[in-house]
């Protein structure tokens, strides 16, 4: 079956300038599953454009199409990495841009929540500890309870990666400088970089 429009929207660069431009199509499977193509279109280059086709999982069957629809981006919507930044209504024939507002805000919202309680949940482990008292600022990274991100120690403006899975779980990692371990590691490291 053929993808139909659903929603064009621009993603806006935190620097105030358009980066990207979604569209997503859908086509309905079944009451409970749509298969969405998105395409996103870089517009500072050609080198990052992309085009992949998910299937999407509905919460309960859909009474009509709109709905299901509105619930995928609300989905999309509430994760910080689905975005390459900060979306803006272009168009679409089936939902007006103040109903996107709406679902931007909702997803927003859920996304707050979501990291709300993994702050409340993470913020006695050890590692959360020990990054707060050095100032490296940990926030939950979004996409599991367990996923942590903070300032990478070498001053450098990337982020090391933490796992709060347990209390005894200590670990965390930078890609970038090719560092990771456990608490004693990070505290190690920082204290060579103090010196």
Same mark, same amino acid.
């Given at each position: 079956m053929e993808h139909k429009h659903f929603v064009?929207?621009?993603?806006? #660069?935190?620097? !105030?300038?358009?980066?990207?431009?979604?569209s997503i199509?859908? #086509?309905? &499977?079944?009451?409970?599953? =749509?298969? &969405?193509?998105?395409?996103d279109v870089?517009?500072? !280059?050609?080198?990052?454009?992309?085009?992949?086709? =998910?299937?999407?999982?509905l919460e309960n069957p859909v009474k009509n199409e709109i709905s299901g629809?509105?619930?995928?981006?609300t989905y999309l919507?509430?994760?910080? !990495?689905?975005? #390459? !930044?900060?979306?803006?209504?272009?168009?679409?024939?089936? &939902?007006t841009e103040s109903e996107f507002d709406e679902i931007k805000k909702l997803g927003s919202k859920r996304m707050n929540d979501r990291n709300n309680k993994i702050k409340e949940i993470g913020?006695?482990?050890?590692?959360? &500890?020990?990054?707060?008292?050095?100032?490296?600022?940990?926030?939950?990274e979004g996409?599991?309870? #367990?996923?942590?991100?903070?300032n990478c120690p070498s001053g450098r403006q990337h982020h090391i990666m933490i796992s709060t899975s347990s209390p005894e779980d200590h670990s965390w990692g930078c890609g970038y400088c090719k560092k990771k371990g456990g608490i004693e590691e990070l505290k190690q490291w920082i204290e060579t970089k103090k010196s």
């Open positions: 064009t929207f621009n993603q806006e #660069h935190f620097m !105030g300038f358009t980066c990207f431009e979604t199509f859908y #086509h309905f &499977i079944s009451k409970t599953e =749509i298969s &969405i193509l998105r395409i870089c517009l500072v !280059g050609s080198s990052n454009n992309t085009k992949k086709t =998910i299937v999407f999982q629809l509105k619930e995928f981006l919507f509430s994760y910080s !990495g689905n975005l #390459h !930044g900060n979306p803006w209504f272009e168009k679409s024939e089936l &939902i913020q006695n482990h050890p590692l959360i &500890i020990y990054c707060t008292e050095q100032n490296l600022y940990p926030e939950p996409q599991s309870p #367990h996923s942590w991100k903070a």
